[in-house]
C-alpha cells in the first residue's frame, strides 16, 4: 500500500494505450491506438471480444456514466459507442466532426462529447444530436468537457477560453477577461469552490462563483491565481488529446498530467 509498481510490455501492458477508465466491476478499461478496447481484471489483460467491433481505428476517449455503461469515443471514422450489458450500440456522428476527444455526463445522465473540430454532441436516451452553443455559430476546437452538479457544463477551448452551457444559457469567458490562458486542457473542481485549470501556460485557479458572476452578466472580470516558476514549479503545459485526464481522489486531491509532470495539488 503507497507503493507505486509498473506494469510494461512484457506484462502484457498495451504500449499504445490512449486512455484508461474505471470498470465498475473492479478492473480497468483501457483505449488504444490499434488494439481496440482492453481490459484489466484479475491480474491480467484481455482483449474485448474482436477489435473489429470498434468502429473507429483509435480511441481516444472512455467514460463510465453513473449507469455503469461504458461509452468510447474514437477516430478514424470519427464514432460514438456504448458498451451496455456486454453488447455494443454505434451512435452516428455528424459527418467530418474529426477527433471525439472529450466526453462527459451532466447532472440529468445525458453524455456530452466534445470534438477536435468543435463540434459538441448531446446524448439523451437513445438520441444523438449536435448542439451549437457559440452566439457566432463557429466552431472552436474542444479539448475537455466537464460537468457540474448544478447542471452547467464547462467546455475548454484551445484558444478561446472556457465555455458555459446552462439552462440552454451560453457564455464565454477569455484572457481579456482575466482568465490565466485561452488554451485549456483540463478542467477539475477542488469541492472548495474552485476550478482548476491545466492550460498551455500552466496550472491556475478561479473561484467558481466569480466565474458564474461573469457567464450570468453580474461581473465583467474573474480573477485567475496562477501556479508556476515563482512557487518553485518547473515550466508546466496541459496535456491534450485523450481523456479522462485530470481527476479529483478520493481524499480530496488533484492530479492534472502536463507535459513535464503530474501535478498533485493537496
Not at 485549470?197 to 496562477?226: W, Y
Request: aromatic share 8%; with cysteine; net charge positive.
Amino acid at each position: 500500500l503507497g507503493r507505486w509498481s509498473s506494469l510494461s510490455a512484457t506484462d502484457g501492458w498495451p504500449v499504445d494505450s490512449t486512455c484508461v477508465a474505471p470498470d465498475p466491476q473492479g478492473g480497468l478499461w483501457i483505449g488504444t491506438r490499434l488494439q481496440g478496447l482492453r481490459r484489466w481484471r484479475d491480474d491480467r489483460f484481455t482483449t474485448w471480444r474482436s477489435p473489429a467491433e470498434i468502429r473507429g481505428q483509435t480511441i481516444h476517449t472512455l467514460l463510465v456514466s453513473k449507469a455503469g455503461d461504458l461509452w468510447i469515443g474514437e477516430e478514424t471514422p470519427p464514432a460514438i459507442q456504448r458498451l451496455r450489458a456486454g453488447q455494443l450500440q454505434t451512435f452516428e456522428v455528424p459527418a467530418d466532426s474529426r477527433i471525439v476527444r472529450a466526453m462527459a455526463e451532466d447532472a440529468s445522465g445525458s453524455i456530452w462529447a466534445g470534438t477536435s473540430k468543435g463540434v459538441l454532441m448531446r446524448i439523451t436516451g437513445e438520441k444523438l444530436s449536435e448542439v451549437r452553443p457559440r452566439p457566432t455559430g463557429e466552431l472552436a476546437s474542444i479539448r475537455c468537457l466537464y460537468a457540474t452538479p448544478d447542471g452547467a457544463l464547462w467546455i475548454g477551448y484551445a484558444g478561446w477560453g472556457v465555455g458555459r452551457l446552462k439552462n440552454g444559457q451560453y457564455a464565454e469567458i477569455h484572457a481579456e477577461q482575466g482568465l490565466q490562458d485561452n488554451y485549456i486542457s483540463h478542467i477539475v473542481a477542488d469541492g472548495r469552490g474552485w476550478l482548476w485549470f491545466g492550460a498551455n501556460r500552466g496550472v491556475f485557479k478561479v473561484r467558481l462563483r466569480d466565474l458564474e458572476d461573469v457567464a450570468d452578466g453580474r461581473s465583467g472580470r474573474v480573477r485567475s491565481i496562477h501556479y508556476g516558476r515563482s512557487e518553485g514549479l518547473p515550466s508546466l503545459q496541459g496535456t491534450f488529446g485523450e481523456s479522462p485526464d485530470a481527476l479529483r481522489s478520493r481524499d480530496g486531491r488533484l492530479w492534472i498530467p502536463m507535459r513535464t509532470g503530474l501535478v498533485l495539488v493537496d
